[in-house]
């Protein structure tokens, strides 16, 4: 069994899938059981443990599985179980609930894409062996050291705990499971991930900056909720609509006809497509208010009998088809918006300032997340530093550098560029001659080649640009405010030197 105190690890396993290579998702390799290579030792115990307990039935044990070895979860709660990992199996639950183009039936229902992750712990013997009402026809065959013996804390799908030990058995969550023939994630996900929807699905895995992922893998949760098997037609449908209101984002009031105008402005119009939306939103509505469906099938009028109709697929059969229509259409057009940059365009340097402000605020550069989001801002600064805006003062510009360079100095790294003594300068300078420090730094760009040998590194590079951006945008108020104190002293030279005059004669006719 792996000793847990000296390696902490988990595996997250797709049971009833399996693969001929590996899979990256995000962060996540998933590949065969079959291959253990480049794992540690505890790693190749556990991988071969686990995938030994794997049952589609009776005796029937599972040949190989796909798995992933992740840093340590904590299936009790004391460690959050990351959102990457949940979104993955969502992803994957989604992919191979593909609808039949003619019947639309998914590919493989929600059980075949069960997620177990497993993290080597100690157990308690009365976790694994139940006594009450029982008969243990064979016991497992393992040491209890005071009721305690290594084994693994489980999770399923992320909501069932279970615990097991060496020898334990792991049955599919519904009585009766079909391991596909063809299924292969490695194939299947290849073509899925390379392109269109897939790869707009998985880059959010990990990349969120279009702020659609919560809202897009909420949606995939309720609509893989349609393929379990034990759900009934009415309560599929719910499901569906409730994954539909939170693709879409419906309001509250006006559902049904917001709903009609989303769908058509997503797909287009599409002929009998606003009727099946209005018949399936009320078949929604009747299982809401009156508990049943009384109408799950898509009714089309008879051409000049409208009081007579046909009787089509079901409701929910077009229904998987149109979200998945939907998604795709949603998820394209933000990939389209972040292609063309519109959510940068649509934010002013100022707020760029003041968001780099709270960013340096919070914490060290040192941090790997936040230097990512510090050099985002300061390149995007630097992009649109020549479009107009109202609202940009000098004060925030400089509070910024301020904070870039102190935050720069805590750091206490060697530096290429910029040198201490003008940082601290440029730190701690008052109001009145801040600009005549921040001069002073960006004079700093001045040295001959032959003293720039050594490429600049980061953080260094990135305060070296803000510098010089902060500079650019306030060097016409230096000179213009250092133009205006010249002219100041230039007339108040002539005014001392005749009070000096007048006061030296004074002082003659005094003698005198």
């Known amino acids: 069994m792996p000793d847990t105190r000296d390696e902490l690890f988990s595996i997250a396993v797709f049971p009833y899938l399996k693969t001929s290579g590996p899979v990256r998702f995000g962060p996540y390799v998933f590949r065969s059981t079959d291959d253990l290579e480049g794992l540690s030792k505890a790693q190749v115990t556990a991988v071969t443990e686990v995938t030994a307990m794997l049952y589609t039935q009776n005796n029937a044990r599972v040949r190989s599985a796909s798995y992933a070895v992740t840093p340590q979860i904590h299936v009790s709660g004391v460690f959050q179980i990351p959102e990457t990992l949940k979104r993955v199996h969502s992803l994957v639950a989604y992919l191979y609930g593909t609808p039949n183009d003619q019947f639309g039936d998914p590919f493989l229902g929600y059980e075949c894409a069960t ?130 209101e939170s693709l879409l984002d419906l309001p509250t009031g006006e559902k049904t006809d917001r709903f009609v105008d989303s769908v058509s402005l997503l797909l287009g119009r599409v002929p009998r497509l606003k009727d099946w939306v209005r018949q399936f939103y009320d078949a929604r509505s009747r299982v809401a208010h009156e508990g049943k469906l009384s109408q799950a099938r898509f009714m089309i009028p008879r051409p000049g009998k409208q009081s007579e109709h046909l009787v089509y697929h ?83 510009i400089v509070r910024a550098v301020q904070r870039a360079v102190k935050g720069l100095m805590n750091l206490q790294i060697p530096l290429t560029r ?33 003293q720039q040998a050594t490429p600049i590194a980061e953080p260094e590079l990135t305060v070296l640009q803000l510098v010089d951006i902060a500079w650019m945008y306030t060097f016409m108020n230096y000179f213009r405010l250092k133009k205006i104190e010249d002219e100041r002293n230039r007339k108040k030279q002539p005014a001392e030197a005749e009070e000096q005059v007048t006061a030296e004669g004074g002082k003659e006719a005094d003698a005198l």
């Open 314 to 396: 079901p409701l929910l059969v077009f229904g998987r088809e149109i979200f998945r229509l939907c998604v795709a259409a949603i998820t394209h057009g933000a990939y389209l918006a972040e292609s063309r940059d519109i959510a940068a365009k649509l934010k002013t340097n100022s707020e760029r300032f003041e968001e780099l402000c709270r960013l340096l605020d919070e914490g060290p550069m040192s941090d790997d997340k936040r230097a990512i989001e510090i050099r985002r801002l300061v390149s995007e600064i630097n992009r649109y530093r020549f479009v107009g805006e109202s609202g940009l003062s000098v004060a925030l």
């Open 115 to 244: 997620l177990l992750v497993l993290t080597p712990s100690r157990v308690n013997r009365f976790l694994i062996e139940s006594e009450h009402h029982t008969i243990l026809d064979e016991p497992i065959s393992i040491s209890w050291d005071n009721n305690f013996a290594p084994g693994y804390d489980g999770m399923l799908n992320f909501m069932e705990h279970f615990w097991v030990v060496k020898g334990s058995r792991v049955y599919p969550p519904v009585p009766h499971i079909t391991l596909n023939i063809s299924q292969n994630l490695a194939a299947d996900c290849g073509e899925f991930l390379q392109g269109g929807t897939g790869y707009e699905l998985a880059r959010l895995l990990t990349d969120d900056a279009r702020h659609i992922g919560e809202r897009l893998f909420t949606a995939l949760r309720w609509y893989n909720a349609t393929n379990r098997t034990e759900v009934s037609e009415s309560e599929a449908l719910v499901n569906l609509a409730i994954a539909f």
């Open 418 to 450: 910029l040198e201490q003594t003008e940082l601290s300068k440029f730190a701690l300078v008052n109001t009145k001659n801040e600009l005549a420090a921040l001069e002073a730094l960006s004079e700093l760009h001045t040295r001959p080649p032959s």
